[in-house]
């Protein structure tokens, strides 16, 4: 698979990650183990050296297994983990935001112990505190990578601004964000932004929590203990509005001979040379295929023909309920 650097910085990476949230968290039951590490190592073996994951996935559980699956492949991958969500260390019981200095540092030696390793590739601060500034946060991160238990600094859903005084701080290599045909909201400032100070940009989600698959539509049920179940954006009556990007992906899909998910990562890939998405999954077959999209090629032509319908597609619903979109773009 081909490489990409992450802006200004020497973290060179596929072009295509895998987001290890989903093995553990989130979308239901948690993916057995051995499983789970089959499929990583298998991400491996077919190119992908850039795997995501966080203490708060599991909670503590993904961690774990992302360890142990590439624990023997170490030399050969970069690991992005995340701090910054305030959890029970009995339960895992989350009770806010906390990035306290003190806190930042209690994590990594949690996350370094978990994945039996000496050093992050890359830690992201997983939201913004509002009630720590971030030049703290940077500051904190900063003496983490002076002590050479991290090699880069990130920070996920940050706003433009957060973004400029976190890296005079403390240079950061990447920016991870929801990016994709249904969820823009990044170019408006956060790129524009990313690309003047040479920061890499991280889309996760970038198929739309599987709805760019094409495998969703009105009928689909979510259980309970699918986050899913809670996002405006999955209703029945929205999920039937926004088919129409659907059947956009499907129709570019048909002319290029690949799936709309396939499109969906190629059109973020040329978006700029700097974004590395990090598609999830369980299954081996959707593996193959986010994989697969790093080989698909779309023109200026194509390009230009999505960015047209989709501007006449608007997307319905919000992508989280109120008390969490707050948390986001800060």
């Known amino acids: 698979m081909q490489k990409r650097k992450l802006g200004n910085s020497n973290l060179e990476v596929s072009a295509i990650g895998l987001g290890c949230m989903g093995l553990s968290h989130g979308y239901g039951p948690a993916t057995d183990a051995q499983d789970a590490i089959a499929l990583i190592r298998t991400a491996v073996e077919r190119g992908v050296t850039f795997f995501d994951t966080a203490e708060v996935y599991g909670p503590f559980t993904n961690e774990k297994v992302v360890g142990e699956a590439l624990a023997p492949l170490r030399d050969q991958v970069a690991i992005a983990t995340k701090f910054g969500i305030d959890l029970d260390p009995n339960t895992g019981a989350q009770r806010g935001l906390n990035s306290r200095p003190e806190h930042i540092k ?45 090699k880069h600094f990130g920070l996920s859903e940050a706003g433009a601004k957060t973004i400029r005084r976190a890296h005079a701080v403390q240079p950061l290599t990447a920016l991870q964000s929801e990016y994709s045909l249904w969820t823009r909201t990044p170019e408006k400032e956060v790129i524009p932004t990313l690309e003047d100070l040479g920061i890499g940009f991280v889309p996760y989600s970038p198929l739309g929590k599987g709805f760019l698959t094409g495998a969703i539509n009105e009928n689909t049920t979510f259980a309970s203990s699918d986050f899913r179940s809670t996002l405006p954006r999955f209703t029945p009556e929205a999920l039937k509005v926004n088919q129409a990007l659907i059947d956009l992906l499907g129709s570019i899909g048909k002319q290029k001979n690949a799936t709309p ?55 319905e619903g919000a992508r989280y309920p109120e008390r969490l979109e707050k948390m986001t773009g800060l």
């Open 106 to 150: 209690q994590a990594v030696e949690g996350s370094l112990k978990r994945r039996k390793v000496d050093v992050i590739d890359l830690l992201y601060q997983h939201r913004v505190d509002p009630d720590v500034p971030i030049e703290d946060v940077a500051g904190a991160v900063k003496e983490l990578i002076q002590a050479g238990k991290v």
């Open 261 to 315: 998910a396939q499109i969906a990562l190629t059109w973020l890939l040329a978006r700029k040379p700097w974004i590395v998405p990090i598609p999830g999954t369980t299954k081996l077959d959707r593996l193959e295929e986010n994989i697969g999209a790093a080989a698909v090629e779309l023109t200026p032509d194509d390009l230009r023909d999505i960015d047209s319908a989709a501007s006449k597609i608007k997307v």
